[in-house]
């Protein structure tokens, strides 16, 4: 068995690549990477202030902005509530690699991170995340993560709209470490 927190079902394509149908199978992920395509109007990336909350409320609660440092390291700028919820923790202001569980787990969002980063595109992932106490799949985790840049060539944060699936309802509201 692998170790808590280690993607057992990994999905993992670059949003934007023309294709005939989108590899993004959650209607709350594809509506916001056609409102990220809309706010980038001919750029190859918006800037964050192309994004407005207004425009998207029901995407809220799913949404984390998390800006990109000059070391290299990631830092929560905002996180919406069902992202907090499923993390037990309020990360906003903490660096990732400081909140992310278990290593294998933290070491599989920072490279989806740096992949968003490096390739300036946007990502589409899926994983199923296992349970640290009873080491079985808890829950069935769908990203989208959608670059932004002031300068339209370097990422500086990054917009993620993040949903959870849960394999038995029950798990959502346990308590967890």
């Avoid at 933290?106 to 995340?129: I, N, P």
Wanted: proline share 10%; net charge negative.
């Amino acid at each position: 068995m692998l170790p808590p927190g280690t993607p057992q079902v990994e999905i993992t394509t670059r949003a934007d690549t023309p294709t005939t149908s989108s590899p993004i199978t959650d209607p709350r992920l594809q509506e916001a990477f056609d409102y990220w395509r809309r706010q980038s109007a001919g750029k190859a990336m918006p800037r964050r202030a192309d994004i407005d909350p207004l425009d998207i409320p029901k995407l809220l609660p799913h949404v984390m902005v998390v800006e990109v440092l000059p070391s290299g390291r990631y830092r929560y700028r905002l996180i919406g509530t069902e992202n907090t919820d499923a993390q037990c923790v309020h990360a906003t202001g903490r660096y990732l690699d400081e909140v992310l569980p278990g290593p294998e787990y933290k070491a599989h969002v920072l490279r989806l991170y740096d992949e968003c980063v490096r390739s300036c595109h946007a990502l589409y992932s899926e994983c199923l995340f296992i349970s640290p106490q009873d080491r079985t799949p808890e829950r069935h985790i769908k990203v989208v993560f959608l670059p932004l840049s002031e300068d339209g060539l370097v990422v500086n944060q990054v917009l993620v709209v993040q949903v959870y699936f849960y394999m038995d309802p029950s798990t959502r509201d346990r308590p967890r470490t």
